[in-house]
């Protein structure tokens, strides 16, 4: 079945307003990466608070019966309570939330340098340069380190971070949806009358 030329140019224009959204998006957190991730935070409070409502509801009317009902009740309501909580208090949810995700990257970058020091090391006999590997190890752990002892503008590089790689995403975004309307205007063109 061939798609219309119609349906291709607004596929074109949904594909350029998800690029004008990611863009809007990227600059914001650029710009202003505390509101942003403010706001990340916030979203994810609302979307725990409705999958819990939704979870429950669906428990009690809707019929979802999984083998665990205990579990899934226990689940839901503490998804209600967290993003109650969040919603109650942003600014706390927001740096917990923050810190607790750069200690568990800093955590884990700790680990993985340790671990490819080790490695190296005790294999050393099968390597013709151990140096690029020590050395890589060595950044792991002291970006760790750097994680812990500033968690909250950590945080705060990683949403610049995310924003500038948003940029890049509805830059290739625009492209496509171009591509995506140059190739409905010439194939409507192409087209027998």
Not at 39 to 51: C, E, F, H, K, Q
Not at 64 to 81: E, Q
Not at 116 to 128: K, L, M, S
Not at 165 to 192: N, Q, V, Y
Request: glycine share 10%.
């Amino acid at each position: 079945m061939a798609v219309s030329s119609d349906t291709r140019k607004r596929w074109a224009w949904i594909t350029g307003l998800r690029g004008l959204l990611m863009l809007l998006a990227g600059l914001y957190a650029v710009f202003f990466p505390a509101q942003a991730l403010a706001i990340l935070v916030i979203a994810g409070g609302a979307l725990l608070l409705v999958d819990g409502v939704l979870g429950l509801w669906s428990l009690t009317f809707g019929g979802a019966k999984t083998g665990n009902f205990w579990f899934d009740v226990i689940r839901n309501v503490l998804a209600i309570i967290t993003g109650v909580l969040i919603l109650l208090s942003p600014f706390f949810a927001t740096l917990l939330t923050a810190t607790l995700l750069v200690y568990l990257v800093a955590f884990q970058s700790i680990f993985v340098g340790v671990m490819e020091i080790w490695v190296i090391i005790r294999e050393r006999e099968q390597y013709a340069r151990i140096w690029p590997v020590l050395l890589s190890g060595a950044l792991y752990v002291l970006f760790g380190i750097a994680l812990l002892f500033w968690p909250v503008f950590s945080a705060l590089v990683f949403v610049t971070l995310a924003g500038i790689l948003a940029i890049i995403f509805a830059i290739g975004l625009f492209g496509l949806a171009w591509r995506m309307f140059k190739s409905a205007g010439d194939a409507a063109s192409s087209k027998p009358v």
